[in-house]
């Protein structure tokens, strides 16, 4: 893969939830593009990962509508903007350049050179759930995996303990079943399921045929042989624990919220939330802004209302920020010809 | 008319536009009752006045609205709540009282006793614009009218100069002529007017007809009789100078914003802007709240989407005010059950 080029920028934003998208609304009117970056492989951000259909009843104006609608507006209300996307991928590192602006790079290696950086990371990137053993960390990603791993089709002849009960864990466990795996056991705290009605049908004929082991218990402990993982300990709703050879782990535990690497930027941070000013939303790195549920001042609601806020005077404040010399006004959209002009409307 | 009964409650709200109307959700959800005063005869404020069919397009996640549709849209939002509205009337004057809640008095006598008020005045108050010469101010109601006077269909005999270009102009001078008034003059600075197809037909008619003198013009000084008003000098567009017989002038300039009685409330300002922290968007007075375009601090930008947000604080800040020894937990409407019932909907 060739190395990507680097972009340079004025601006990027990190997260793509409502606040980030309505970051590049304002920054937009103000004639200040965008790129956003997301850790998921789509737009919207808790409101798609979390609730998308649930309605949300607290937007001004909008006294009903669901996670994804509110998704689907936001991206209708940018689209006069050039935006680019950058999905499925997190920043890894930010540094301070001598001329003032930021070196970023993310998961994927893409760099990024800009002048300023917006924080709308919401509660944090969202990152799957670990098992809780302490020294399990080491066996990430040889023997306990937290994802689909890639060579998944290829432990036919393999202990495989899936560990879930929602839709990806079923799913994964059909799916070695399928490959015609006949060491496949399923471990969850009980025996019930969140997961859709056919997948439930499934599971529950895979068992009742034996193609598929079913235990209720919690993995308390582990067994090595040279260093490699060989067993774990079960420990089932009754209290007693029986010891279940393995030779791979895929744990399936939903999703996480992280803060992720930018706990490591130097921001200063209050009980994990970024530290902002209320004239301008920026941190303590002049450049540096954050705006929705991941910041904190005095009097913060982590409101979706008050993020758009946040976004709006960031921007205005960016703008000072990208242009020193050049004053920024506020403008109308009802009356301004030049707003009209970059929203692509007919004034009337 | 008999004296109306002196209302108690939580929170009076000052203005009915958009931020006053948001102002009555947020305080809805922390299950706090409103009242709510506006000077115009309905709610809406600035954006039924000024716009109401033009297109706001920075409303977050409404790509297009008018001022009217997003009106609506709020009073939908809020009619869960029982709202009162007392519309038509301004606040003229507040007393703080010994238990430290407010005595407000508006200008149709209604009386209230509140714990806190809510000034969300947007610009401030529409009065109608005067005339700008300083000694008119004396024959203001008696001679000089800038609204449609009660006994105007007894000035038959009287010399009527009608000044303005816009609806209410032209159709109080095309009332005058068909009341039977021989003597009426319309004034404006040239002969191009502001109003509705058919009354600038009619307009036309009448002065085609001789039924209605015209004068391109404006008044530039006066005479007086035994101190009443006699005469006014009027400019024309060439610069010469000619007087002219009055008994009456209305004058319809249309409505400007006047912060008003709120000027003296003991409130700091800056700018004629109300000075507010940004924790509680709370004035100099406690229990005292401005929020929207009226209030002012570092950063502020008028727009109603930061009202709305100003509306969110200042409701938690309201809550604490009122019932200090109880905590008011942010809560959010899409998983709240307390919060479904107060608006009304089942959970799902």
Redesign the interface.
């Known amino acids: 893969m060739p190395e990507p080029t680097t972009i340079t920028t004025d601006t990027l934003i990190v997260g793509s939830g409502?606040t980030g998208l309505?970051q590049v609304?304002?920054l937009g009117?103000l004639e200040i593009k965008a790129h956003v970056i997301d850790a998921l492989p789509y737009a919207g951000g808790q409101c798609i990962e979390l609730?998308p259909d649930?309605?949300?009843?607290?937007?001004?104006?909008?006294?009903?509508?669901t996670?994804r609608e509110?998704v689907s507006?936001?991206l209708?209300?940018i689209s006069p903007f050039q935006t680019t996307f950058h999905l499925g991928q997190e920043v890894t590192s930010v540094e301070p350049q001598a001329d003032k602006r930021f070196l970023v790079q993310t998961s994927t290696g893409q760099r990024f050179l800009t002048k300023t950086i917006f924080i709308a990371g919401g509660v944090g990137s969202f990152q799957p759930r670990e098992l809780s053993l302490e020294d399990f960390k080491k066996f990430r990603g040889t023997q306990i995996h937290y994802t689909v791993p890639s060579d998944s089709a290829h432990w036919i002849k393999q202990n495989v303990l899936v560990v879930g009960a929602n839709d990806a864990a079923l799913e994964f466990a059909i799916q070695q079943v399928q490959l015609g795996n006949p060491k496949v056991t399923l471990l969850h705290r009980r025996d019930q399921f969140q997961a859709q009605e056919n997948t439930l049908i499934e599971i529950d004929r895979l068992r009742q045929t034996h193609q598929l082991a079913f235990l209720a218990g919690q993995i308390t402990g582990f067994q090595t042989h040279h260093d490699q993982l060989s067993a774990v300990l079960i420990t089932n709703t009754q209290g007693s624990t029986q010891p279940l050879k393995v030779d791979h782990i895929a744990a399936f535990l939903g999703l996480s919220p992280k803060l992720g690497p930018i706990s490591q930027w130097g921001l200063n941070l209050d009980k994990r939330q970024i530290v902002v000013d209320?004239?301008?939303f920026e941190t303590n790195i002049s450049g540096i802004f954050a705006v929705g549920d991941i910041n904190t001042?005095?009097?913060k609601?982590?409101?979706i209302?008050?993020g758009?806020?946040?976004a709006?005077?960031a921007a205005?404040?960016a703008a000072a920020h990208i242009t020193p010399d050049k004053a920024t006004p506020?403008q109308y959209?009802?009356?301004s010809k030049k707003?009209h002009q970059l929203?692509g409307?007919t004034s009337?």
């Open positions: 409502p309505f609304f304002q009117l609730y649930k309605p949300i009843y607290d937007i001004p104006a909008l006294p009903r509508c996670g509110l507006r936001l209708e209300q209320t004239e301008k001042y005095p009097g609601k982590k409101l209302l008050c758009f806020h946040e709006t005077l205005f404040a506020l959209t009802t009356t707003l929203l409307v009337n």
